[in-house]
């Protein structure tokens, strides 16, 4: 069974930063593709950030583009969402995923193209100016 346990969201100032981890079971986050999405009140799931370290590859949104960055702990099978320079705009339910797949198949499309087979419950952000 695969659980996907996210932590470290919380209320920070705008301008600030957050580092949100993600602990997986059931699931090798190692050479897969994983990932972040977010969610506001209204609006659909929208895919952030997505990665695969054995790939070397990392796809992000162009909202978030320079200010976060996923990355993996292997050795620990966890995932990670740094996210820096914070606006009010970035506030949202934040998802960690894995097992995820392109809608249309193909790889290089931009995570908003992504969907996932495991989600977590999600960690509120809240950033206030």
């Known amino acids: 069974q695969v659980q996907l346990v996210e932590s470290g969201g919380g209320s920070v100032q705008a301008g600030g930063s957050l580092r949100l981890s993600c602990a997986a079971s059931?699931?090798?986050?190692?050479?897969?593709?994983v990932g972040w999405f977010r969610q506001t009140p209204g609006k659909e799931r929208e895919g952030i950030a997505v990665?695969?370290?054995?790939?070397?590859?990392?796809y992000y949104g162009d909202s978030v583009t320079g200010r976060f960055t996923i990355s993996q702990d292997n050795a620990k099978n966890m995932m990670y969402l740094q996210m820096n320079n914070l606006t009010p705009e970035d506030t949202a339910m934040y998802y960690c995923?894995?097992?995820?797949?392109?809608?249309?198949?193909?790889?290089?499309?931009?995570?908003?193209?992504?969907?996932?087979?495991?989600w977590g419950q999600g960690t509120q952000v809240t950033v206030f100016s």
């Open positions: 995923a894995a097992g995820l797949f392109p809608q249309d198949g193909d790889y290089s499309k931009g995570p908003t193209e992504w969907s996932a087979h495991y």
């Open positions: 059931g699931y090798t986050v190692s050479s897969n593709w």
């Open positions: 990665g695969n370290t054995g790939a070397g590859l990392a």
